[in-house]
């Protein structure tokens, strides 16, 4: 991505953070930075001017360093977060609101249901010719987060309402490495779907290199995730839904909540 470049920040046990720098202007945001040293230590290796966090829900291990970050770093940081429990949070931000990152274009999208302020951050370059959304617990590669303080109806909005229509070509940055739990589930609900075998031997192999599986896509996801094909009839067919893809959500969260 010529104009905007992510670098993948591993932390904790399986959490992802993500630098966003805008190329031209080198100002860049960090993603649910949960470990603010390795922050710091990526923004000085990458000379960037960092200007603001986006988080995207309070739970800790994503909204858990925001403190700590704004008092090491020495120049005053925004912190969105769409949810009045997120820490050091300076800017509360909601659906279509916009803010910029350099000359980097980011819009929000308020998918309550993991949490009830959960917020992806869809960023684009001023060309639009490279876009990446930044997803936190409501879409992972292969997955979604648990409907801890939300519906299925509210999950369907986020993923089918408002992530689906994203371009195809966006790329999704997730906030954890789930790949190869959420493919086995997603090969149990459709087993003739090959896209998904395949997809599993390349996420085995990335993993046997300590590789990141991380980003897909929204047009890969519309094809590999469930909770992305709840109108599909292979998944109704599974959920038992009759037509309603409200009702096959529901369902196979039911069930991923308790597959092994």
Same mark, same amino acid.
């Given at each position: 991505?010529?104009?905007?470049?992510? $670098?993948?920040?591993p932390a904790?046990?399986?959490?992802?953070?993500?630098?966003?720098?805008?190329?031209?202007?080198?100002?860049?945001? /960090?993603?649910?930075?949960?470990?603010?040293?390795?922050?710091l230590?990526?923004?000085?290796?990458?000379?960037?001017?960092l200007k603001?966090?986006?988080?995207?829900?309070?739970?800790?291990?994503?909204?858990?360093?925001?403190?700590?970050?704004?008092?090491?770093?020495k120049?005053?940081?925004?912190?969105?977060?769409?949810?009045?429990? %997120?820490?050091?949070m300076?800017?509360? %931000?909601?659906?279509?609101?916009?803010?910029?990152?350099?000359? &980097?274009?980011?819009q929000?999208?308020f998918?309550p249901?993991?949490?009830?302020?959960? %917020?992806?951050?869809?960023?684009?370059?001023p060309?639009?010719?490279?876009?990446?959304? @930044?997803?936190?617990?409501?879409?992972? &590669?292969?997955?979604?987060?648990r409907?801890?303080?939300?519906?299925?109806?509210?999950?369907?909005?986020?993923? /089918?309402?408002?992530?689906?229509? &994203?371009?195809d070509?966006?790329k999704?940055?997730?906030?954890?490495e789930?790949?190869?739990?959420? &493919?086995? @589930?997603?090969?149990?609900?459709?087993?003739?779907?090959?896209t998904?075998?395949? $997809?599993? !031997?390349?996420?085995?192999? $990335?993993?046997?290199?300590?590789?990141?599986?991380?980003?897909?896509?929204?047009?890969? !996801?519309k094809?590999?995730?469930? @909770?992305?094909?709840?109108?599909?009839d292979?998944?109704?067919?599974y959920?038992?839904?009759?037509?309603?893809?409200?009702?096959?959500?529901?369902a196979?969260?039911?069930?991923?909540?308790? @597959?092994?």
């Amino acid at each position: 991505m010529a104009d905007m470049s992510v $670098k993948i920040l591993p932390a904790l046990a399986d959490n992802y953070m993500y630098l966003i720098i805008c190329n031209k202007t080198k100002e860049a945001a /960090i993603v649910d930075p949960v470990n603010p040293e390795s922050v710091l230590e990526a923004v000085q290796n990458e000379n960037v001017k960092l200007k603001s966090v986006l988080t995207t829900h309070h739970h800790w291990d994503h909204a858990g360093g925001n403190e700590k970050l704004v008092t090491l770093f020495k120049d005053k940081l925004i912190v969105y977060g769409g949810d009045e429990r %997120i820490g050091a949070m300076t800017n509360k %931000i909601g659906q279509d609101d916009t803010f910029k990152i350099g000359n &980097l274009d980011v819009q929000c999208h308020f998918t309550p249901c993991h949490t009830t302020g959960h %917020i992806c951050y869809f960023v684009q370059t001023p060309a639009r010719d490279s876009k990446a959304v @930044f997803t936190g617990d409501t879409l992972f &590669l292969g997955g979604c987060g648990r409907f801890f303080e939300g519906t299925a109806e509210q999950m369907y909005s986020a993923l /089918i309402e408002k992530l689906s229509n &994203l371009p195809d070509e966006t790329k999704v940055f997730c906030g954890h490495e789930y790949s190869l739990q959420n &493919l086995k @589930f997603a090969n149990h609900v459709e087993p003739q779907n090959v896209t998904i075998q395949n $997809k599993i !031997e390349w996420s085995k192999a $990335k993993r046997a290199n300590n590789e990141p599986t991380v980003p897909s896509t929204i047009g890969e !996801e519309k094809e590999i995730n469930p @909770f992305m094909r709840v109108c599909v009839d292979s998944v109704q067919q599974y959920a038992k839904s009759h037509g309603n893809p409200i009702e096959a959500m529901r369902a196979i969260r039911k069930v991923k909540d308790s @597959f092994k």
